[in-house]
């Protein structure tokens, strides 16, 4: 050892930094340190006993205790949180730096509170994944071993947190905890992929979702964002008790219509969360409604073509499911009862001189306990600018 220290150090020494410099790529000297893989998988674990809380962790939990647990854990995760998003944020190349380290405290504590507001959702969510478990693979006995057994579960469930994030604008730190999870369970689910409700992975070894990858769960997708080119519905059944069937029109531009898969090569239509940047709200009796959205799987398509726009009809079957939505603007003629043409003014007032976009909706009257569909409903709204726009 002596002979080496004399004889290499120096020269070896000199090689190696003299290969940071040219390769400078793979080298963080005199840059912000990187946050910690070790705490990240920490706030994980700390995750997974908020969302399922009794599976994880040593404490028993009764009506009497769980109160202060959830309250503790949200304190030590506001915090542990804040400081790791500190980190990503500060140490991403990509981000603009920020002008003192408590701006960036400042940003990184309001994303970590934002992201603890959307835990009843990831919740929802891992309810209805774990039911699809359950629903489809036989050899389940119970839903407590899929949440506490499953690997292709506990996969899921890091995607789902690593997704919020990633939506919440963290670099960094989604991608650790789903490469954390490939390498506990074989299952590669980038951070960025959309994945609707009702999902299950079996066995999960080997299952590889990348970054632009859209999969329907359970025979529809949910989490899609677009505002174009819907032009009517009809339905007919039941929206509440599925299936039923019913028809969508798109009708498209011709500029447009190469973004869009026709010719019979739809295979699903699916299902929609609409994400409304209209302003107001239509009332009836004063009171605001609630309205409903649902897809179903397709049964034909056809398509023709007129003055410059392609239209596509698209029979469907096996309405899937529904949901509501409020603050939305109203075309005239949708309710018998109520100020129909207040609405559509305020829509005219707010958005004249612009083409509206257009959505798909049934309703019915929430404060009325009627939630019966209508035939033929259609809703228009145009979302304030810098909205996003997207396709089905």
């Not at 706030?43 to 959830?70: A, C, M, S, W």
């Not at 590889?208 to 009517?232: A, L, P």
């Not at 009836?284 to 056809?302: A, D, H, K, N």
Request: charged share 20%; net charge negative; aromatic share 10%.
């Amino acid at each position: 050892m002596n002979e080496f220290v004399n004889n290499e150090l120096e020269k070896l020494t000199a090689d190696i930094l003299s290969s940071y410099d040219k390769t400078p790529k793979i080298r963080r000297i005199g840059e912000v340190f990187l946050p910690s893989r070790s705490k990240i998988v920490k706030i994980l674990e700390q995750i997974r006993r908020l969302l399922f809380p009794g599976y994880f962790g040593h404490k028993k939990l009764t009506d009497q205790n769980v109160q202060y647990h959830v309250g503790n854990l949200l304190m030590k995760l506001a915090a542990e949180l804040t400081e790791e998003i500190c980190h990503c944020m500060c140490s991403d190349r990509s981000c603009e730096p920020c002008d003192t380290p408590e701006q960036c405290r400042r940003e990184a504590d309001q994303i970590a509170r934002d992201f603890l507001g959307r835990v009843p959702e990831i919740r929802r969510m891992l309810g209805l994944d774990a039911q699809a478990a359950y629903d489809g693979d036989p050899a389940a006995k119970s839903i407590d071993e899929i949440v506490y057994c499953y690997p292709g579960f506990y996969a899921i469930a890091i995607y789902r947190v690593a997704h919020e994030l990633l939506d919440l604008g963290v670099p960094l730190m989604p991608r650790i905890m789903t490469e954390y999870a490939h390498s506990q369970t074989g299952a590669d689910i980038h951070p960025a992929a959309t994945i609707g409700e009702s999902f299950f992975i079996d066995h999960a070894t080997g299952v590889i979702i990348g970054e632009t990858t859209v999969i329907g769960c359970g025979e529809c997708r949910r989490k899609v964002n677009f505002n174009k080119y819907v032009t009517g519905i009809s339905t007919e059944g039941s929206v509440d008790s599925p299936p039923g069937s019913g028809s969508v029109v798109l009708s498209i531009p011709d500029n447009d219509v190469n973004e869009f898969y026709v010719d019979g090569q739809f295979t699903i239509i699916p299902m929609m969360e609409i994400e409304f940047f209209a302003k107001g709200y239509f009332t009836v009796g004063g009171f605001p409604q609630y309205y409903r959205i649902f897809w179903g799987l397709v049964s034909s398509v056809s398509k023709t073509w007129s003055n410059g726009v392609t239209t596509i009809n698209i029979s469907c079957r096996d309405i899937l499911r529904w949901w509501e939505i409020t603050n939305v603007i109203l075309q005239p003629g949708f309710l018998e009862a109520g100020n129909s043409a207040g609405g559509w003014n305020l829509f005219q007032n707010r958005f004249s001189g612009a083409n509206p976009y257009v959505v798909i909706i049934t309703l019915g009257r929430e404060a009325m306990g009627d939630f019966s569909h209508t035939t033929g409903s259609f809703m228009s709204f145009k979302p304030e600018k810098g909205a996003e726009q997207g396709t089905i």
